[in-house]
């Protein structure tokens, strides 16, 4: 009989302030690479978020309703130890150009000295999405531009009503 294969709980942590479809894409192709996927948003609100954890959490649980395999979780101190809390051995990153790889590269050495029984697995962006960001989308969005195709329409939605209800710039 064969060797019973061990299980890959990842977790995705980013600040999804908002979700893109570039975080989507790397959400969908990840969610079939292993078993359980924790899309995890850090709760930092030093870094004065657009917006807040309670919207962020609503908005992924919103978009990745279709992904049975697919949770939303929130962390705030160290990503390794929330990790190992969820039980997760898997960390996944996305990679969009030569320069997120440094600081990619930085994250994955410190973290791996913190816990070096947790991987860190980088998805090379899609090529229709490694232009998208969440700074530049909101960017965008606060100067009137049009954000469809960039993140999903409810999120599109809620940019609008963002930058509609306080004259907020980037
Ligand atoms: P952070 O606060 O770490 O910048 P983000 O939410 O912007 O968080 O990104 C989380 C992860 O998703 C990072 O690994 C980042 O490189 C990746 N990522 C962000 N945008 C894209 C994209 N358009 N395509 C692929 N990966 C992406």
Not at 10 to 34: E, K, M
Not at 90 to 108: N, T
Not at 137 to 149: F, H, I, Q, T
């Amino acid at each position: 009989m064969a060797e019973p294969t061990a299980r890959i709980i990842a977790i995705y942590p980013g600040s999804f302030d908002p979700i893109t479809n570039g975080h989507l894409a790397l959400i969908a192709r990840g969610s079939r690479l292993v078993d359980r996927l924790i899309v995890s948003i850090l709760s930092n609100e030093a870094k004065q978020p657009l917006f807040s954890v309670e919207e962020r959490v609503d908005m992924l649980e919103e978009v990745l309703k279709p992904y049975p395999n697919v949770e939303v979780g929130l962390f705030g101190g160290l990503l390794v130890d929330y990790a190992a809390e969820r039980g997760a051995n898997l960390i996944l990153r996305g990679i969009r150009a030569i320069s997120d790889y440094e600081y990619e590269l930085q994250m994955a050495l410190m973290n791996r000295r913190l816990r070096p029984n947790i991987e860190t697995a980088f998805l090379m962006a899609g090529e229709a999405y490694s232009f998208i960001s969440s700074h530049l989308v909101k960017e965008v969005a606060s100067l009137g531009g049009n954000v469809s195709g960039l993140v999903p329409p409810s999120i599109e939605a809620r940019l609008k009503h963002r930058f509609q209800q306080r004259s907020v710039r980037i």
